[in-house]
Nanobody, 114 residues
Framework: VQLVESGGGLVQPGGSLRVSCAAS????????MSWYRQPPGKERELVAS???????NYAGSVKGRFSISRDNAKTTLYLQMNNLKPEDTGVYYC?????????WGQGTQVTVSS
């Protein structure tokens, strides 16, 4: 299994960013997938999930601002982040929703700052 996150960067408050996760080594289309993030000095937390039939779920702090999607043909997971806030800063990771989790990728750093 390999999970490779990309697309992070530095963005001003109110800005937008889309991060991607290229997945391989498992049946992506049959796996409920999630985005997680780890803010500086804090534990990793669940941000959003998407089922195999594209039902989505979001943490309360990002609902209405973030949108998770998947492309099964490309085995890629996406997270569109709008109206970003400084508290969205952290390293973003993708993984399956339920235990046992896959080995974590390197993540992609998102920094929201003016």
């Amino acid at each position: 299994v390999q999970l490779v996150e990309s697309g992070g960067g530095l963005v001003q408050p109110g800005g937008s960013l889309r991060v991607s996760c290229a997945a391989s080594g498992f049946t992506f289309s049959k796996t409920v997938m999630s985005w997680y993030r780890q803010p500086p000095g804090k534990e990793r937390e669940l941000v959003a999930s998407i089922t195999t039939i594209n039902t989505t779920n979001y943490a309360g702090s990002v609902k209405g601002r973030f949108s998770i999607s998947r492309d099964n043909a490309k085995t890629t997971l996406y997270l569109q982040m709008n109206n970003l806030k400084p508290e969205d800063t952290g390293v973003y990771y993708c993984n399956r929703r339920w235990e046992p989790l896959f080995p974590w990728g390197q993540g992609t750093q998102v920094t929201v700052s003016s």
